[in-house]
């Protein structure tokens, strides 16, 4: 959501919202809890704008965000308007398409149109009687011990506004948390990774969708990959990431359909050569970004939510849905304090902080895992073997990608117990290994083979074997 709206925030029991997704869903939660809520967006109103601005990566939506949207009531209606995603399918270079199904049968994660879920989220927020919307309004300037907020409206006047809190929700940019930068002691940074996306578009073949529509498809190279998600019109959204490096050395037409017929032969005829040869050279490739900070609020005025807070990569679909979580947590903190706010403030830095930094680190962590691990023959191995544990064990043995998708564990949580599993799975395995080595060595030496020499060389080879193939 790096590219799309900025909105502030206000509330007396007033707040102001600056937004993306998360204001304009945040703005309903604020709004049910009786608050008198007031939004500042800077674009014009999505809903009524003959184009919309920007481009952005397709939204997956999954338990966290979708548990969010229950709380203002419109998670079916979203559900009814995604396509579900029940597993990753791989395609290989020679055109072989491999389903790695995400989870037990059952689960599956949304894809979404973005500019539909602004549409309803905006919506939702205007039907509550003591919300206020406003957009083509820019945010000069805020101070954080009056609660005063300035903005420059659609006729280039300056409005002053007085709230009692003021939400940031306006992205990775986010002008709201310029005056944290300001204060001393406060922790930021952001990383750029080498490598930028790039969006193509895969029309319907004869009417209908030119793959298999309920799977998030994926083309894995290594240092690079291609992503396509389908889309309510029947075609895919595909998203090409790749280091700028790479992207520099395609500078014409022909150069680019012997990479694509090198790596991506088998989507050359779905997408089109000429819509590929337009849609790669109409923009240039989208830098990506990963935003950490801490803390979320400053005094009692203040608080950043959603890619404000922690913007991630796309790599792990949980951007959004992190964002929407951030949402039901801090109106869970704010039934446990009264609405204090001098007190869930801080508190809700306290809890959400190490949760939104361990997802931006997994978010790192998937994109090596989609481009490059999804080939390897032990990730499979262990991704069959985590799931049939899982069967077994359900409490104790829970796959990484389950804990993070399919429920509210704590991020930072699912990452602890992923890494003990993952060393207790390991352990098992040598133990299983070594043990079976021993065994077979036992049974040669009773029933005295003519060579037991080679015969146990064959049996530690094999064992030798194991540790390679884990490796």
Request: proline share 5%; aromatic share 12%.
């Amino acid at each position: 959501e790096v590219e799309s709206f900025e909105i502030n925030y206000s509330c007396t029991k007033y707040p102001t919202i600056i937004w993306k997704l998360v204001g304009a869903l945040n703005a309903s939660f604020f709004a049910k809890r009786g608050f008198e809520v007031v939004l500042f967006e800077s674009r014009e109103d999505i809903r009524y704008a003959k184009t919309v601005q920007g481009r952005s990566i397709n939204l997956a939506l999954s338990y966290r965000g979708r548990q969010a949207l229950s709380h203002i009531g419109i998670e079916e209606k979203i559900v009814s308007q995604g396509i579900p995603m029940h597993g990753r399918m791989i395609h290989s270079t020679s055109g072989k398409c491999s389903p790695i199904p995400y989870g037990k049968k059952g689960q599956y994660i949304l894809s979404v149109g973005r500019a539909n879920l602004n549409k309803e989220l905006l919506t939702v927020a205007e039907a509550y009687p003591n919300t206020e919307l406003n957009f083509s309004h820019k945010l000069l300037d805020w101070s954080p011990e009056t609660g005063t907020m300035t903005f420059l409206g659609p006729d280039g006047t300056e409005r002053d506004v007085q709230a009692d809190l003021i939400v940031g929700c306006d992205g990775a940019f986010s002008a709201t948390r310029k005056q944290f930068l300001r204060r001393s002691r406060y922790n930021y940074s952001q990383t750029y990774i080498p490598h930028g996306y790039l969006e193509l578009t895969m029309p319907p073949r004869n009417g209908d969708f030119a793959m298999k529509p309920n799977f998030l498809h994926i083309w894995p190279r290594n240092t690079f990959m291609m992503i396509a998600l389908p889309n309510m019109d029947k075609t895919f959204t595909c998203t090409l990431f790749m280091p700028f490096e790479n992207y520099e050395k395609i500078t014409t037409g022909e150069e680019l359909i012997n990479f694509f017929q090198k790596y991506f032969s088998d989507s050359i005829p779905l997408i089109g050569v000429d819509a590929l040869r337009r849609d790669f050279f109409r923009l240039p490739a989208q830098a990506m970004v990963s935003v950490k900070c801490s803390p979320y609020h400053l005094l009692d005025k203040c608080l950043l939510l959603g890619d404000a807070a922690h913007a991630v990569v796309p790599f792990y679909g949980q951007g959004m849905n992190a964002g929407f979580e951030d949402c039901l947590v801090f109106n869970e903190i704010m039934d446990e304090l009264n609405e204090d706010f001098a007190a869930v403030l801080p508190e809700y830095s306290r809890v959400r902080v190490p949760d939104d930094h361990a997802i931006a680190d997994l978010a790192m962590y998937n994109y090596i895992e989609m481009r490059s691990h999804v080939n390897s023959r032990y990730f499979l191995f262990r991704k069959y073997l985590d799931n049939a544990l899982h069967f077994i064990m359900p409490r104790t043995i829970i796959p990484l990608y389950t804990m993070v998708t399919f429920t509210r564990t704590r991020y930072h949580e699912a990452v602890i117990h992923w890494k003990w599993q993952n060393k207790v799975i390991t352990q098992g395995l040598w133990i299983f290994g070594t043990v079976s080595v021993i065994g077979g060595v036992c049974l040669l030496l009773k029933i005295g083979p003519k060579k037991p020499s080679v015969a146990v060389e064959q049996l530690w080879n094999r064992g030798l074997a194991l540790k390679f193939f884990q490796n």
